[in-house]
């Protein structure tokens, strides 16, 4: 039996280079909505009542063994909950939030991690592409490896997930010196920068990307741990409000290259490794930028626990001085919850 793989509509749009849309109207509009280019204002907003993504939007089928089990939709709400009552809704709500274009820059998977259930960037990409285009003024474009010139210039928040390839395997320092100007540039306009998991991959250059971010990976020097999964939070980090604590099987870093302490970075997380606390998520300020990174990162599964997505979606509305919760509306949708 033959088998005729069709693209999906959000996939047309990423091959054609062109921004996506809310996968809700995407796939009502078909293939005409490649030519869409404004939709942020009319696409709806998610809430528990109208779930424009649930079906068909579900959570990623698990693949390895180990998954923690669904998290509970009562856990989720209660943190939500407490975070609402230290950042009190503003009086006038009905204030459109501004847009905000968001660059989710991912590759194709690494050699080392090509077996699916981990380092899924592509999924990764493409998962969240659909989950944030549904949030109201958030207009969501994707790139390969490294954002061009142009997405540098257009975006206010860029988030890798990927195996950093532009970094890792470049073998001029020049290229490297000029990536490095293409971070340094977008955070001294303000930009917002999150880094996830082995996207901190820098091979001999980690220096220049620790100079950046704060702590940068390098192979062989670097340590990993999978399978842990007690993130100490700093309970007194902004990021951290509701949370009393937050596990979920994934994996560590240490032995990383960098000081985040000569970096001015305050830690959201840690993991204890060789007894010792070591940082797994922070956040630093750069000028008028800000980064956010994030170690865990690992499984696919993680990428659909409401908590670690609200802590992420923290991450990512921090850095471009946003309501830290204005995408806490996502954190369920297409998720590992149940009731
Ligand atoms: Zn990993």
């Known amino acids: 039996m033959q088998?005729?793989?069709q693209r999906r509509p959000y996939e047309v749009l990423f091959a054609l280079g062109l921004t996506?849309?809310?996968?809700a109207q995407v796939e009502a509009a078909g293939e005409q909505s490649a030519a869409a280019t404004s939709?942020?204002?009319?696409?709806p907003r998610p809430n528990d009542e109208?779930?424009?993504?649930?079906?068909?939007?579900?959570?990623?089928?698990?693949?390895l063994p180990g998954a923690p089990p669904p998290r509970k939709r009562a856990a989720v709400a209660a943190i939500l909950n407490s975070s609402r009552t230290v950042h009190p809704t503003p009086e006038d709500s009905s204030m459109p939030e501004p847009a905000l274009r968001i660059l989710l820059?991912?590759?194709e998977k690494d050699a080392a991690h090509g077996r699916p259930g981990a380092h899924d960037y592509p999924l990764w990409r493409d998962r969240w592409a659909r989950l944030l285009s549904c949030a109201d003024g958030i207009i969501v474009d994707a790139s390969d490896?490294?954002?061009?010139?142009?997405q540098w210039g257009r975006s206010d928040l860029v988030v890798f997930n990927s195996y950093n390839p532009a970094w890792a395997l470049e073998k001029e320092v020049t290229k490297i010196e000029a990536l490095g100007r293409d971070l340094d540039a977008f955070l001294a306009r303000g930009g917002g920068l999150v880094f996830i998991h082995f996207s901190l991959n820098a091979s001999s250059h980690a220096v220049a990307l620790a100079q950046r971010v704060g702590l940068a990976w390098q192979g062989g020097v670097g340590r990993y741990r999978h399978g842990a999964s007690d993130w100490l939070l700093t309970k007194d980090h902004p990021l951290a409000v509701g949370f009393t604590e937050f596990t979920i099987p994934d994996e560590s870093y240490w032995n990383m290259t960098g000081n985040l302490?000569?970096?001015g970075a305050d830690v959201l997380a840690a993991s204890i490794e060789q007894n010792a606390p070591q940082p797994q998520m922070w956040t630093r300020e750069v000028g008028p930028g800000r980064a956010f990174v994030s170690v865990p990162g690992h499984y696919t599964w993680t990428f659909d626990d409401p908590l670690y997505r609200l802590l992420i979606f923290r991450g990512m509305m921090w850095s471009v001085r946003q309501p830290i919760d204005r995408l806490a509306p996502l954190t369920t949708i297409g998720a590992r919850v149940e009731d």
């Open 39 to 43: 939709y942020a204002a009319a696409a």
């Open 3 to 5: 088998v005729r793989m």
């Open 145 to 150: 490896r490294w954002p061009t010139a142009e």
């Open 20 to 23: 996506l849309v809310c996968s």
């Open 261 to 263: 302490a000569a970096a």
């Open 105 to 107: 820059c991912a590759s």
């Open 50 to 63: 109208d779930l424009p993504l649930q079906p068909p939007f579900e959570a990623a089928p698990v693949i």
